[in-house]
């Protein structure tokens, strides 16, 4: 079935550093691709967005890099800040009706 | 500037009690879906509806229950409940896609403990 995963469940940076999270997808068809974080106790934040027709999109400290030939995309967190500790999810549109399919997310601590 | 609001933030079930889980949002938007989120997975989507009136099976249903009565509200029921329920429940809601955008908007989510 398709499926939407991350490489890594932990990451650990230090404060000031750039972080990469990465994710990999198998459905072909998956045109957007949406990131997420999710602090302790809250629900998933949309960060950023990308479409299939892009190879890398940027925003305010993020950039999201799209690799469809290995079915890969990268989350890029800039100058690392403690705010950005929580565990970020990849998702792919991969069903029918907008359905997302989720990650299973990587825990970003990032030491002072 | 609500957004998606979900009640209660917590509850303790005992095996084979009843309850609803509510969620309501205030952008007008069509879609709207539950989510459980297990210990250090990602969500797995319960059930989801398309607008008033209209709701389907999402990947993991067995045990639960929605209706969507009214564009702003998405209740989740739960009728006998099991341990298994255990976990955390996300209500998200989506306008239409425009220029291909599909983000999904989620309520801060439930605790829901079940012994």
């Known amino acids: 079935g398709e499926s939407v995963g991350l490489h890594l469940p932990t990451l650990s940076v230090q404060e000031g550093d750039n972080s990469i999270i990465n994710c990999a997808y198998s459905n072909s068809a998956s045109d957007y691709f949406i990131w997420y974080k999710q602090e302790s106790g809250k629900g998933p934040q949309f960060i950023i967005d990308?479409?299939?027709?892009?190879d890398k999109r940027q925003g305010q400290r993020v950039t999201v890099l799209l690799n469809k030939t290995v079915k890969h995309l990268s989350l890029q967190i800039a100058a690392t800040q403690p705010g950005d500790s929580a565990v970020y999810f990849c998702a792919g549109y991969g069903g029918s009706q907008g359905n997302l399919i989720f990650g299973k997310g990587t825990k970003l601590s990032v030491k002072p | 500037n609500a957004g998606v609001t979900q009640t209660p933030k917590f509850r303790i079930l005992k095996i084979g009690q009843s309850m609803t889980l509510q969620c309501a949002q205030d952008?007008?938007?069509?879609?709207m879906y539950w989510y459980r989120q297990d210990p250090g997975m990602g969500l797995k989507l319960i059930y989801y509806?398309?607008?008033?009136?209209?709701?389907d099976k999402g990947e993991v249903p067995n045990g639960y229950n929605v209706s969507r009565s009214t564009t702003e509200d998405f209740p989740l029921r739960l009728e006998l409940a099991a341990p298994s329920q255990t976990s955390v429940y996300f209500c998200?809601?989506?306008?239409?896609?425009?220029?291909?955008?599909?983000?999904?908007?989620f309520g801060a989510g439930t605790r829901l403990s079940v012994l």
């Open positions: 998200a809601s989506r306008g239409l896609a425009v220029d291909g955008k599909n983000i999904q908007y």
């Open positions: 952008m007008n938007h069509n879609y």
């Open positions: 990308i479409r299939s027709n892009m």
């Open positions: 509806s398309v607008g008033a009136g209209i709701t």
